[in-house]
């Protein structure tokens, strides 16, 4: 049974194995980092990992340079590794961006333009009848 742990252990527990998976060439599987923090087996890869994961995410909001690809988590060994990783998640969250771009019929520019001023996006025409 997994043991209940704070979200400050689990922290913490994370950040030490992350310490032993330095650089890609290193990197750890959601299975296999769920087994070297709780010590055993996740019984449903998604249900089970949901803390460990959001761990991840408090440590990268932290500042810690914690990435993930296919091949699994690692902390980037060098700067070039972050900007690597950095640019990754740039162009996907820009694929995003253009697919509700092409949703919303209006350009990338311009949805870009209305999130950096904080103007809810709107449907392209939808205030007159889709004129």
């Known amino acids: ?9 689990l ?7 992350l310490m032993r998976h ?12 769920y087994r ?14 949901r803390r460990l994961r959001e761990a991840v995410t408090t ?15 690692w902390l980037a060994s060098a700067g070039s590794e972050l900007e690597r990783y950095c640019a990754a998640l740039r162009r996907s969250a820009l ?3 253009k697919m509700e771009s092409e949703l919303r019929k209006t350009s990338l520019p311009a949805l870009l333009g209305e ?3 904080g103007i809810e996006p ?8 889709g004129k």
Do not use: W
């Open 122 to 129: 709107h449907m392209k025409g939808a205030e007159n009848g």
């Open 11 to 17: 922290k913490n527990r994370l950040s030490t194995v």
């Open 115 to 117: 999130i950096q001023l």
């Open 95 to 97: 694929r995003k961006l």
């Open 59 to 73: 440590l990268r909001r932290e500042g810690i340079p914690v990435c993930s690809s296919a091949a699994g988590f």
């Open 22 to 33: 330095i650089g890609k060439s290193k990197a750890v599987s959601m299975g296999m980092l």
């Open 1 to 9: 049974m997994k043991q209940q742990i704070t979200k400050e252990e």
């Open 36 to 49: 070297e923090v709780y010590g055993e087996d996740p019984k449903n890869q998604a249900n089970d990992t």
